[in-house]
């Protein structure tokens, strides 16, 4: 397995911390960001496509059905935020960690998502179809229904994590780790596991999905004589 970032618990830890400053007022589109701290502000509707975020903080922020389409987060932290129903399509992510977060509905789709870190989020329903995640870790995050059909995924890991019901029609995968996650449930896409790692017990929980993808017909029934 590949060696994981570190995890940030606080933004004090942040390389950018001293350069941070308080802003209040909500984000409008196609700006540029920098060194701006969002705390506890509802930004709920927001519509802000093409912004430009770069070593940015979000705390308790509810970004729920908002716009940010085509937006730019460069070393942005997003801690306790609500992204449901938010409209991130054809996002670009870079060294970025979202933690404590509920993504419920959101539409990532077409996203690039290269060395971004997930912990303890709830990810349910989201629309990533088309995306390239590239050492994207979901560390301790609850993972349901979600899309992940024509995506590239390299580097992926999930130490800690549920995938339940997830789509994989036409995935790419390379190196996607799977060992460390603590169940496994594929809703479709049987045909694009390879390249997914996989512990031996995971094998005897993926079973009936290999057979389906190899054509097997696994019957209890006895045979007719």
């Not at 085509?70 to 935020?81: C, D, K, L, T, Y």
């Amino acid at each position: 397995m590949k060696k994981m970032r570190p995890i940030i618990q606080h933004i004090n830890e942040l390389s950018f911390a001293h350069c941070l400053s308080p802003s209040e007022d909500a984000p409008e589109a196609s700006e540029d960001h920098s060194g701006a701290h969002f705390d506890d502000i509802d930004l709920a509707n927001l519509r802000a496509e093409g912004t430009h975020f770069t070593q940015v903080v979000f705390t308790d922020v509810n970004f729920s059905d908002g716009h940010l389409a085509r937006s730019h987060f460069n070393e942005v932290w997003i801690h306790q935020a609500q992204l449901i129903g938010t409209d991130l399509a054809e996002t670009r992510w870079i060294d970025s960690q979202i933690g404590t977060s509920v993504l419920a509905g959101t539409a990532l789709f077409d996203t690039e998502i290269f060395r971004v870190t997930f912990v303890g989020c709830k990810l349910t329903g989201v629309n990533l179809r088309g995306a390239e995640l590239r050492d994207v870790s979901f560390v301790d995050c609850a993972l349901r229904e979600i899309d992940l059909s024509d995506t590239k995924m390299t580097d992926v890991t999930f130490p800690g994590s549920t995938v339940d019901d997830v789509r994989l029609d036409k995935a790419r995968l390379h190196n996607v780790d799977l060992r460390d996650a603590r169940a496994i449930g594929v809703a479709s896409g049987y045909d694009s596991l390879t390249g997914m790692i996989i512990s031996p017990h995971q094998l005897l929980d993926l079973a009936h999905e290999f057979a389906l993808a190899l054509g097997v017909t696994v019957s209890a029934d006895e045979p007719s004589v």
